[in-house]
């Protein structure tokens, strides 16, 4: 396989440039305060995830567990998540989202599906397919 050229690095720099400011998620209309990615991915996982520590996101997303528990200390603070100790252990924590997170998680997913809709719209349904099985092979890999 050839490396790729200076060229093409340019241009899909530029082209990802493109992408994020056109497909960024904002809440600037939101009359909430936004929300860091962090956050937002902490938040989401939780969603999926009811009663999970924080142990189990940082190992997910690939952080340290420090800096998880910063992401919930603000999430809690915001009233976003519910800390509940676990019977029998009471260091271990289980996280879930409180009735407002999961309302704010529920409208992030709704975003998140409004900008893939908008992206898949662009392309010939025959591109579709193949741009996502493109994106998904990036995104997995594993070096």
């Given at each position: 396989m050839t490396k790729p050229t200076a060229d093409q690095i340019a241009s899909l720099g530029a082209a990802f440039q493109a992408f994020v400011r056109r497909y960024k998620l904002a809440d600037a209309g939101?009359?909430?305060?936004?929300?860091?990615?962090?956050?937002?991915?902490?938040?989401?996982?939780?969603?999926?995830?009811?009663?999970?520590?924080?142990?189990?996101?940082?190992?997910?997303?690939?952080?340290?567990?420090?800096?998880?528990?910063?992401?919930?200390?603000r999430l809690a603070k915001r009233g976003l998540l519910e800390r509940h100790r676990i019977e029998g252990d009471r260091r271990a924590v289980a996280l879930r989202l409180s009735e407002e997170g999961a309302a704010r998680a529920a409208a992030q997913v709704d975003a998140y599906n409004a900008l893939n809709l908008a992206m898949l719209e662009r392309l010939a349904p025959t591109e579709r397919d193949s741009f996502i099985r493109m994106v998904t092979k990036i995104a997995y890999h594993e070096d």
């Open positions: 939101s009359a909430e305060k936004p929300l860091n990615e962090l956050d937002v991915q902490t938040l989401l996982y939780v969603a999926q995830h009811p009663n999970c520590g924080p142990t189990d996101i940082a190992r997910y997303l690939g952080l340290a567990t420090t800096t998880i528990s910063s992401a919930t200390d």
